[in-house]
């Protein structure tokens, strides 16, 4: 009986063994990468050694691709891509992972070389019904060339409407020169987690109305301890977005810094929470001609009331109509002074349902520190307290509201220890009628003072 429990557990190691992931090599085992990939197995790991790699891969099983670093391996487009995943269209990705729950690369350069002329919808980086992972990548050149407004060129584009949830993992990456978005994530059933990824655009342009990184059609994820920048359309009617999240489920941004983007940031019928950011913009930086607006945190109910975004693809599945609630903790709102400017819009139309609350937030040097608007049928529920207000030049708080609904803003510090001006009786930042100020905190809680809490009729009282 001994023998035959030693023999069977022999038995079972030997099995154990010869199924163990195994690793390969490119191009020590194999002369391209994707070779490499059809024969491998499911979670085994290939190396690819530092060099240039011009080939379209096609990642349809759970293996892992390891790189020797970013700017060593170099996974480059061909001239011409032949695999697309179809959404509305067409999609050609250099990187496809397809109808997969699991695979990584890391550790390489996705380089595009400016050749989206010859593959209308220029991918970087693809899934489609796939879930995976990308980290410490970088992914660039996802443009035409010369870079134009054609609606494509996205540094990595994840889909999926149908069937099982998937979740797609960005980390530690680097994106930059994508001509319509950085990171996207479309469909019903993605998740994308995003966290530390610097995603920079090219600046003002006239060219097109790109967007860092976009949540739209029913998509849920996290933004976490990243930096997004220089998304800014000079155009007319369209706005670019650090961080877009439109018609999406949940979406929340946590210790991210958004930065000289025309609309820092853009809630449209998504919920989420956005906790311990800081969102900064400038007239230079943002570039835009002398009159348009530009905006550091959007919420819109509908997306027709505030700036005009221009989110990637038209798909099905969304949560158009639906409640916007979106809860803002302990952020920056950095602007300079610049007329136009706006630090928090809230818009709310249509009867939809639409709730703000903001805390422990200071909004600091716009031309208008938080403006609400409404077009009489809605109901902005928007709720602001334990904040500072400071250097805003029209209104610290402005209620457009054509109800008109009251704006909830009290124990906030205004700027003075005599409270807001405008409506107010103070010689702080002004707001307007139909804000909702007293009582109000007489030190300001951003400096680390102590606080205390004055109304309008507590003073009042004390002249009697």
Request: net charge negative; with cysteine.
């Amino acid at each position: 009986m001994r023998m035959l429990c030693w023999v069977a557990a022999v038995a079972v190691l030997a099995l154990g063994a010869g199924t163990a992931a195994a690793d390969l090599y490119v191009p020590g085992d194999y002369s391209t990468i994707q070779e490499a990939i059809d024969a491998a197995s499911p979670s085994e790991t290939i190396h690819v050694a530092a060099d240039t790699y011009e080939e379209q891969l096609y990642i349809y099983k759970d293996v892992n691709i390891q790189g020797a670093g970013i700017g060593q391996t170099i996974v480059l487009s061909p001239e011409n891509l032949t695999l697309y995943f179809t959404t509305s269209a067409d999609n050609y990705p250099i990187v496809f992972f397809e109808n997969i729950p699991s695979a990584t690369i890391q550790g390489l350069t996705v380089d595009g070389a400016g050749r989206g002329n010859a593959n209308y919808r220029f991918v970087g980086v693809g899934f489609d019904r796939a879930g995976g992972s990308v980290i410490d990548c970088e992914i660039v050149g996802i443009t035409d060339t010369p870079f134009s407004g054609a609606q494509h060129g996205n540094a990595l584009y994840a889909y999926n409407n149908e069937g099982d949830p998937r979740v797609v993992n960005v980390m530690n990456c680097q994106v930059d020169d994508f001509q319509k978005g950085g990171l996207i994530f479309n469909g019903a059933v993605g998740f994308g987690n995003v966290s530390g990824c610097v995603v920079t655009g090219v600046g003002p342009t006239g060219a097109i109305a790109s967007n860092g990184i976009q949540f739209g059609w029913g998509s849920s994820g996290s933004v976490v301890g990243c930096d997004v920048s220089y998304n800014s359309y000079t155009g007319t009617g369209w706005t670019s977005c650090g961080i877009l999240c439109y018609d999406g489920g949940t979406v929340d941004v946590t210790g991210s810094i958004v930065t000289e983007c025309e609309t820092g940031v853009m809630y449209i019928t998504t919920m989420g929470t956005f906790d311990d950011n800081t969102v900064a913009a400038t007239a230079a930086g943002v570039g835009l001609p002398t009159g348009d607006w530009w905006y550091g945190l959007g919420i819109d109910d509908q997306g027709a009331g505030g700036p005009k975004v221009q989110a990637y693809d038209e798909l099905p599945g969304g949560d158009r109509g639906g409640r916007t609630t979106v809860q803002v903790y302990d952020c920056r709102f950095h602007g300079d002074g610049s007329s136009n400017s706006v630090g928090v819009g809230v818009w709310a139309q249509s009867g939809d349902d639409l709730a703000v609350t903001m805390s422990g937030c200071e909004v600091y040097d716009w031309d208008y520190g938080i403006d609400v608007w409404d077009d009489g049928s809605a109901v902005p529920d928007l709720l602001v307290f334990n904040s500072c207000f400071s250097g805003n030049v029209s209104y610290a708080v402005s209620n457009e509201s054509t109800g008109p609904t009251l704006t909830m803003a009290e124990s906030n510090w205004w700027g003075d220890p005599s409270g807001p001006s405008g409506a107010g009786p103070g010689t702080g930042d002004a707001v307007s009628d139909f804000v909702d100020y007293e009582p109000w905190l007489t030190e300001d809680p951003c400096g680390g003072s102590s606080v205390e809490m004055k109304s309008w009729g507590s003073i009042k009282s004390m002249y009697r």
